[in-house]
Protein backbone atom coordinates (compact mmCIF):
# COMPACT_ATOMS: atom_id res chain seq x y z
CA UNK A 1 0.00 0.00 0.00
CA UNK A 2 2.94 2.07 0.66
CA UNK A 3 3.91 2.35 -2.84
CA UNK A 4 0.90 2.65 -3.83
CA UNK A 5 0.02 5.96 -1.81
CA UNK A 6 3.50 7.31 -3.11
CA UNK A 7 2.93 6.74 -6.58
CA UNK A 8 -0.37 8.70 -6.39
CA UNK A 9 1.04 11.42 -4.28
CA UNK A 10 3.77 12.31 -5.86
CA UNK A 11 1.57 12.31 -8.90
CA UNK A 12 -1.65 14.28 -7.30
CA UNK A 13 1.07 17.09 -6.32
CA UNK A 14 2.24 17.58 -9.93
CA UNK A 15 -1.81 17.07 -11.29
CA UNK A 16 -0.78 14.50 -13.70
CA UNK A 17 -2.42 11.16 -14.22
CA UNK A 18 -1.56 7.96 -12.06
CA UNK A 19 -0.24 4.64 -14.13
CA UNK A 20 0.02 1.67 -11.31
CA UNK A 21 1.99 -1.25 -12.37
CA UNK A 22 0.00 -5.00 -12.24
CA UNK A 23 1.24 -5.63 -8.39
CA UNK A 24 -0.08 -2.03 -7.43
CA UNK A 25 -3.11 -2.37 -9.18
CA UNK A 26 -3.73 -6.03 -7.89
CA UNK A 27 -2.86 -4.53 -4.26
CA UNK A 28 -5.40 -1.64 -4.82
CA UNK A 29 -8.01 -3.92 -5.64
CA UNK A 30 -7.62 -6.34 -3.10
CA UNK A 31 -8.00 -3.57 -0.60
CA UNK A 32 -11.28 -2.25 -1.87
CA UNK A 33 -12.20 -5.76 -1.88
CA UNK A 34 -11.33 -6.65 1.41
CA UNK A 35 -13.20 -2.82 2.69
CA UNK A 36 -16.40 -3.51 1.25
CA UNK A 37 -16.20 -7.32 2.39
CA UNK A 38 -15.73 -6.53 6.16
CA UNK A 39 -18.79 -4.19 5.81
CA UNK A 40 -22.23 -4.85 7.51
CA UNK A 41 -25.15 -4.85 4.68
CA UNK A 42 -26.54 -1.86 6.21
CA UNK A 43 -23.24 0.12 5.40
CA UNK A 44 -22.16 -1.61 2.17
CA UNK A 45 -21.46 0.42 -0.73
CA UNK A 46 -24.81 1.49 -3.06
CA UNK A 47 -22.81 0.43 -6.18
CA UNK A 48 -23.71 -3.14 -5.42
CA UNK A 49 -21.75 -6.30 -4.91
CA UNK A 50 -18.04 -5.74 -5.72
CA UNK A 51 -17.28 -9.20 -5.82
CA UNK A 52 -18.70 -9.37 -9.15
CA UNK A 53 -16.48 -6.82 -11.07
CA UNK A 54 -18.76 -5.23 -13.28
CA UNK A 55 -17.00 -3.29 -15.94
CA UNK A 56 -16.87 -1.58 -19.41
CA UNK A 57 -14.95 -2.16 -22.17
CA UNK A 58 -11.28 -0.85 -20.62
CA UNK A 59 -10.73 1.10 -23.80
CA UNK A 60 -13.99 3.45 -23.61
CA UNK A 61 -13.74 4.23 -19.63
CA UNK A 62 -15.06 7.06 -18.57
CA UNK A 63 -13.79 7.68 -14.95
CA UNK A 64 -15.37 10.62 -14.03
CA UNK A 65 -18.83 9.03 -13.25
CA UNK A 66 -18.00 5.48 -12.82
CA UNK A 67 -19.26 3.93 -9.44
CA UNK A 68 -16.61 1.75 -6.93
CA UNK A 69 -17.49 -1.45 -8.44
CA UNK A 70 -17.02 -0.24 -12.36
CA UNK A 71 -13.63 1.08 -10.86
CA UNK A 72 -13.09 -1.88 -10.08
CA UNK A 73 -13.79 -4.06 -12.69
CA UNK A 74 -11.61 -1.74 -15.07
CA UNK A 75 -8.68 -1.94 -12.98
CA UNK A 76 -8.92 -5.74 -13.04
CA UNK A 77 -9.65 -5.87 -17.13
CA UNK A 78 -6.79 -3.09 -17.93
CA UNK A 79 -4.01 -5.52 -15.88
CA UNK A 80 -5.20 -8.44 -17.47
CA UNK A 81 -4.83 -6.71 -21.11
CA UNK A 82 -2.08 -4.28 -20.36
CA UNK A 83 0.04 -5.40 -17.20
CA UNK A 84 -1.10 -1.89 -15.81
CA UNK A 85 -3.68 0.68 -14.78
CA UNK A 86 -3.54 4.20 -16.09
CA UNK A 87 -6.43 6.17 -13.48
CA UNK A 88 -6.91 9.95 -13.14
CA UNK A 89 -5.34 11.01 -10.48
CA UNK A 90 -8.89 11.98 -8.80
CA UNK A 91 -10.29 8.29 -9.40
CA UNK A 92 -7.36 7.16 -7.79
CA UNK A 93 -7.87 9.73 -4.23
CA UNK A 94 -11.32 8.93 -4.47
CA UNK A 95 -10.17 4.57 -4.46
CA UNK A 96 -7.94 5.36 -1.14
CA UNK A 97 -11.01 7.63 0.53
CA UNK A 98 -13.50 4.82 -0.22
CA UNK A 99 -11.05 2.58 1.47
CA UNK A 100 -10.69 4.55 4.45
CA UNK A 101 -14.07 5.46 5.12
CA UNK A 102 -15.44 1.58 4.37
CA UNK A 103 -12.51 0.84 7.15
CA UNK A 104 -12.35 3.80 10.19
CA UNK A 105 -15.38 6.06 9.75
CA UNK A 106 -13.84 7.90 12.38
CA UNK A 107 -10.49 7.64 11.60
CA UNK A 108 -9.10 6.73 15.16
CA UNK A 109 -9.33 2.63 14.32
CA UNK A 110 -7.18 2.60 11.04
CA UNK A 111 -5.27 -0.80 10.36
CA UNK A 112 -1.31 -0.05 10.51
CA UNK A 113 -0.98 -0.67 7.02
CA UNK A 114 -3.82 1.96 5.60
CA UNK A 115 -2.26 4.86 8.11
CA UNK A 116 -0.11 5.69 5.02
CA UNK A 117 -3.28 6.09 2.94
CA UNK A 118 -5.28 7.96 6.05
CA UNK A 119 -2.44 10.48 6.22
CA UNK A 120 -2.31 11.02 2.97
CA UNK A 121 -6.04 11.95 2.64
CA UNK A 122 -5.75 14.21 5.03
CA UNK A 123 -3.20 16.43 3.68
CA UNK A 124 -5.79 16.22 -0.05
CA UNK A 125 -8.26 16.82 1.95
CA UNK A 126 -6.21 19.75 4.15
CA UNK A 127 -4.93 20.81 0.96
CA UNK A 128 -8.01 21.26 -0.87
CA UNK A 129 -9.59 22.95 1.08
CA UNK A 130 -7.05 26.06 1.61
CA UNK A 131 -8.31 29.14 -0.17
CA UNK A 132 -6.03 29.51 -3.35
CA UNK A 133 -4.96 33.19 -1.57
CA UNK A 134 -3.73 31.41 1.93
CA UNK A 135 -0.13 31.93 2.46
CA UNK A 136 0.03 28.30 3.39
CA UNK A 137 -0.03 27.64 -0.62
CA UNK A 138 3.04 30.05 -1.17
CA UNK A 139 5.68 26.99 -0.61
CA UNK A 140 3.47 24.77 -2.82
CA UNK A 141 2.65 21.15 -2.18
CA UNK A 142 5.74 20.09 -0.06
CA UNK A 143 6.16 21.93 2.11
CA UNK A 144 2.49 22.21 3.17
CA UNK A 145 3.16 17.85 3.14
CA UNK A 146 5.91 17.96 5.28
CA UNK A 147 4.39 20.36 7.71
CA UNK A 148 0.98 18.93 8.21
CA UNK A 149 1.73 15.03 7.78
CA UNK A 150 1.56 13.19 11.20
CA UNK A 151 3.92 10.29 9.49
CA UNK A 152 6.79 10.39 7.26
CA UNK A 153 5.93 10.98 3.46
CA UNK A 154 7.79 10.97 -0.03
CA UNK A 155 9.84 13.44 -1.07
CA UNK A 156 8.95 15.01 -4.32
CA UNK A 157 11.12 14.02 -6.72
Not at 3 to 10: Q, S
Not at 35 to 62: F, I, K, M, N, Q
Not at 78 to 101: E, Y
Request: glycine share 4%; aromatic share 8%.
Amino acid sequence: MRDVVARTYLRWARGKPISLNKVETEVLANEILQADADLTPDRRCETGAVDDHPSTPWREWDQSEAPIAQIVGYMLDSIHFDFSCNLRTRTAIRLLSHIIGKTCTCGKHVPQTLVCVYEMMNIVSSWEALDWRNPLREKGIAAFSQRYARTALPPLL
